[in-house]
């Protein structure tokens, strides 16, 4: 898939300037705390413990249960895809969840398959029967992201949440029809780290300031290393002292380094069963992971058994040494929000473009740049002998207004296995 676009840059007879100004979204900034609070205020989807009803399925295993599992995984082979897929046609298709009890919340994240959705509409209710609305989608236009945010202008209570998608078309493929990974429901909680009243132990500490204790005394100036080598699995335990529910954890690395890790979870100490198993390196230093279901457990621990030794830490200086090192374990009773990337489009692309400026006496235009999975390339420009295919700037007589044209396309790859006998 690709797009030309062109833009229109005026070159001077003195010097060359050229700009594109892009709205971007607000970004929250947080201050450099080095202590980690001792309960926190999350953002909870409380879909994930809720039941999911629909009006419409296209397959057994495309369900109203997948939109929300907390999966998103759009470069899954189609029958592993988890999401909620209805039938062509041109009917409202409605997807309710009950959430048990009534929440508080007031954010809703959906994460669509494709932008062929054009009008939907968000409900609740106390009874299941007798909803009110809170949110409708102001225009018929079709939707511009695969990920849309809403936020209420002030939190709702309900137990149940309608998403009715009543306008749609075929999109690009021609298929009309309603399909999503996830409608997060979102709300924020309290909740107690039950790591900071747990007793810790490990596999062995690199140094006497570098001990198990670090991972729960809420200070991220202080952390545990493990011993150095690869002749040994590497762990932490934390000991509740009783049993505790526990739905994730939170596991704050040194570096993102460990490559084979498991969360497992015991009742005696000794005899340990695996809740989560990791088979590649944590994509972030803070690794939230959010078990399948809440488990009731007295201990539990990380298990590392393969890791690097070199690798990035959170200064991106990279450190070559054959340990693993956490400055916080974390454990929680319910699962924690993690936030999705929303999908790169070329359209996203082109509104996000940035074309360098030129500067005086500068004679080779820079092309901008763009995210990895896709590609641009210059395509020429109307006064070639201004700005050359190269790239060339050739100073004109005069002022001059030139118009540009890039081609940007998107990469698909696809992974080829082959069975060897």
């Known amino acids: 898939m690709q797009k030309n676009l062109k833009k229109k840059v005026l070159v001077s007879a003195l010097t060359a300037s050229m700009s594109v100004s892009t709205l971007v979204p607000g970004i929250m900034v947080f201050a450099n705390n080095p202590v980690a ?31 929300i599992d907390g999966i998103v995984n759009r470069d899954a082979a189609k029958p592993d895809q988890s999401r909620w897929s209805t039938n ?83 999109g690009d493929i021609n298929w009309a029809s309603v399909s999503l990974y996830e409608f997060e429901i979102l709300g924020e909680e309290t909740h107690e780290n039950l790591a900071l009243n747990a007793t810790a132990a490990s ?45 994730s954890v939170t596991l704050k690395w040194e570096r993102c380094n460990a490559t084979n890790y498991k969360i497992q979870s015991s009742n005696d100490g000794s005899n340990w069963e695996d809740v989560k198993v990791l088979t590649s390196a944590p994509a972030k230093f803070d690794d939230v992971i959010n078990f399948d279901n809440t488990i009731n457990t007295r201990y539990i621990r990380v298990l590392v058994t393969d890791f690097v030794d070199s690798a990035p830490d ?24 993690v936030d999705v990337e929303p999908e790169q489009t070329i359209d996203s692309v082109i509104t996000n473009l940035v074309i360098p400026a030129i500067a005086k006496g500068d004679t080779k235009m820079a092309m901008p740049e763009v995210p990895n999975g896709f590609e641009i390339e210059f395509v020429g420009a109307d006064y070639e002998q201004i700005l050359d295919r190269d790239l ?3 100073q004109p007589i005069v002022d001059t207004t030139v118009s540009v044209n890039y081609k940007i396309k998107k990469v698909i790859r696809k992974r080829l296995l082959m069975l060897i006998k």
């Not at 009110?132 to 992201?145: E, G, L, Q, R």
């Not at 040494?321 to 929000?337: G, I, N, P």
Request: glycine share 6%; proline share 2%.
């Open 392 to 394: 060339t700037i050739h």
């Open 88 to 170: 062509v046609g041109t009917t409202p298709k409605i997807l309710t969840v009950d959430l048990g009890s009534e929440k508080s919340f007031s954010e809703f994240k959906i994460e669509w398959e494709r932008t062929n959705i054009k009008g939907y509409n968000i409900a609740i209710s106390n009874d299941g029967e007798n909803y009110t609305t809170v949110y409708t989608k102001p225009d018929d236009t079709n939707i511009p992201s695969l990920t849309t945010e809403i936020v209420l202008e002030s939190s709702v209570l309900a137990r149940y949440v309608k998403l009715t998608v009543d306008k749609y078309d075929g």
């Open 203 to 247: 596999s062995g500490d690199e140094a006497a300031n570098l001990v198990v204790d670090n991972v729960k005394d809420e200070d991220m100036a202080t952390r545990w290393a493990s011993t150095v080598g690869h002749n040994d699995n590497k762990w932490v335990s934390l000991d509740f002292g009783s049993v505790k529910d526990v739905a």
């Open 37 to 67: 609070p001792a309960s926190i205020t999350t953002k909870v989807n409380h879909a994930l413990q809720g039941t999911a009803t629909v009006n419409d399925s296209e397959t057994n295993y495309w369900g109203g249960d997948k939109a």
């Open 314 to 337: 959170r200064d991106d200086k990279t450190v070559s040494w054959a340990t693993v090192s956490l400055y916080e374990f974390e454990a929680y009773s319910v699962k924690q929000q």
